[in-house]
């Protein structure tokens, strides 16, 4: 296998993984490694100096035996049909394992969104919906925030389906803003689902986490709230970064004052006290707890064997290939795998949703404890498996996921 495989490689070995352990007939594998429906679009929109700019868009069904369709959008220059398949069979075992009544899909623009202007961007976002209309809704496939989207984004999706409908439809998204039917808590869920589980994992671990070092790869939505989080409670985020690098201090940092510098100057580096950092050497910093909150395939063979923390929850889709697994085996450091460790954001779009459909808002108070109550419930149902199969945590949420899933299929039999 190359150095970095593609995500749908690496989807699909996991998948072969878990349906051999689960001796899953051969059926329901050839059934489960293809989508449902994989829609590819092309996107034509008015560019503000007044020419024309045409972008691809891609949403992939993979399966809903389980609920409708559930998944984010991205939007991200190279994103792939193989890249959106693997992320939306992610959302399946995803979806199972926080055990909410979905299945699994994702989108994707292939735009460098920081390159269009707000306006542009809510063009080529309406113009999505109108395209996909028909596949999209609230019992269909519910479409949410991911890469380089959104609240604003989940308004105009919600806005546009709405006007084609007729009627105001909030259900038909989630993560949107609270003003127009979102749920309190969704922005932070993510990161703070994150450190439930790192919570849940020092506890059965042993490991005491008040001053604890962590370091954070990515400060978007998911790696700033993981951030808050851990320093919530008593842990010392040492190092941050974002797409143009890091900062490490090995003291602690404030990631709301990070975040204040990176909002005044445009990038997280040059941080007074902190040292830069490339992204791969944050990686490899001394820690307690590494949070890949960024990429794919940021973790491989080459760098595994070079990190230092005892423990890495992946907060990102994806950020470890199946050899850097092994690697994190052999060493005896705790992974917690991305289908579980970053569940929180879908499962209080779960919430959204429910919300949505009852017409009633949940005080955030109820909405933090129901995340609680919930990844708490993933995480030992996950380590239920681990322990009986002596397997690795990814082993045992896949394997999870996976059964859930399958046996959904089998009860709803196949028709025609
Ligand atoms: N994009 C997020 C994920 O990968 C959230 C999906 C959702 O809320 O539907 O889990």
Known sequence: MSQKPSPLNVALSQLKLASDKLTLDDGLQKMLSHPKRSITVSMDIHLGDGSVGVFNGIRVQHWDARGP????????????????TALAMLMTWKCAIADI??????????VDSKKLSKLELERLTRRYVSLM???????RDIPAPDMYTDAQTMAWI??????????????????????????WGRIEATGRGVIHCVKQAATNNGLKLGG???????????????????????CKVVAVSDSTGGIYCPDGLNPQTVLAHKEQTGS????????????????ELQCDVLIPAALENQITSQNADKIKAKMVAEAANGPTTPEADRIFYEKEICLIPDILANSGGVTVSYFEWVQNLTREQWPLEVVNRKLEEKMTKA??????????????????????????????????????
């Open 133 to 139: 209309f028909e596949y999209l809704g609230p019992h």
């Open 268 to 283: 997280i580096q040059n941080y007074q006290g902190c040292k830069n950092v490339t992204n791969q050497e944050l990686l």
């Open 69 to 84: 369709f559930k998944g984010g959008i991205r939007f991200y220059p190279d994103v792939s049909v193989g890249d959106v």
């Open 101 to 110: 009544p979905f299945g699994g899909a994702k989108g994707g623009v292939c």
């Open 379 to 416: 995480f030992n149902d996950v380590e239920a498996v681990v322990a009986r199969e002596e397997s690795d945590m990814r082993t045992g949420a896949l394997m999870l996921g996976v059964g859930r899933v399958a046996n959904a299929i089998k009860t709803l039999g196949l028709w025609p």
């Open 158 to 183: 919600m806005d546009t389906y709405s006007q084609l409908k007729g009627y105001r439809v909030p259900e038909s998204v989630t993560g949107k803003p609270v003003e127009i039917g979102g749920s």
């Open 212 to 234: 604890a070092s962590v370091a954070i790869q990515g400060f978007g939505n998911v790696g700033y709230h993981a951030a808050v989080a851990a320093q919530e409670i008593g």
